[in-house]
């Protein structure tokens, strides 16, 4: 039931792009995307829902292929703060949120 | 708003004691919900509480923990009696009804001894 993060790390010079994918073996109502920095709290950085759409956040956008249940949260021309890890969570309807294992996103200078 | 506010930050306790983890939602939030986090399982749903009521509590380890939320501003998670196993940190997070992410707390990390 836990969805399926890939890679699970990466790391990347500042300006570099990054793709994290996320799938699930269930059928999905919206998925959510955080970010948790070290010793800090998972942060939200947007939600999907069913649908097919894609959404933008800054330099950072995701997408959601309702039929495939995947999602990808693409990271375009990364800046030093956008290290951390970076978790989806996946809800079925039910207002719960079952999160994946994280994918840890360094930036390098 | 002043986010969602956990209590304690730290808590480091002997085996075999009690631990009250207290949670305060953010106001108009219609549901709560407590995780646990660890590198090996990483964030775990205990519970989760809409409009006050527990939902759904299958992802409570065993008997030992137990959770309440008396009223819309307070919530608690207790472990009675603790065990080494249980260190963790323990997030509240509180969400409001309609398509909304979840706000969480700066978390309790409690280890116990």
């Known amino acids: 039931q836990q969805p399926v993060q890939s890679p699970q790390a990466v790391i990347l010079r500042e300006g570099e792009d990054a793709v994290i994918n996320c799938s699930s073996s269930?059928?999905?109502?919206?998925v959510h995307w955080y970010r948790q920095k070290h010793g800090e709290a998972p942060v939200f950085l947007m939600i999907?829902?069913?649908?097919?759409e894609q959404k933008g956040h800054e330099k950072i956008s995701a997408s959601f292929n309702e039929k495939k249940q995947q999602s990808s949260l693409y990271l375009t021309a990364s800046q030093l703060s956008y290290s951390g890890t970076y978790f989806c969570?996946?809800?079925?309807?039910?207002?719960?949120?079952?999160f994946g294992k994280g994918t840890r996103l360094h930036i390098l200078p | 708003d002043a986010g969602v506010i956990q209590s304690p930050r730290h808590e480091v306790t002997e085996m075999g004691q009690e631990v009250t983890l207290r949670c305060k939602p953010i106001?108009?939030?219609?549901?709560l919900f407590w995780y646990r986090q660890t590198m090996m399982r990483g964030l775990e749903l205990l519970i989760y509480?809409?409009?006050?009521?527990?939902?759904?509590d299958s992802g409570m380890p065993e008997d030992r923990f137990s959770a309440k939320m008396p009223n819309a501003s307070f919530s608690t998670l207790k472990i009675q009696p603790s065990e080494p196993r249980d260190s963790a940190v323990y997030f509240c997070?509180?969400?409001?009804?309609?398509?909304?992410?979840?706000?969480f707390g700066s978390g309790t990390r409690l280890t116990v001894v």
């Open positions: 509480f809409n409009n006050n009521v527990p939902i759904d």
């Open positions: 269930k059928a999905l109502y919206s």
């Open positions: 997070a509180s969400r409001k009804d309609g398509y909304y992410g979840y706000t």
């Open positions: 969570g996946t809800e079925r309807g039910d207002d719960k949120i079952i």
């Open positions: 999907l829902l069913k649908g097919g």
């Open positions: 106001s108009g939030h219609n549901s």
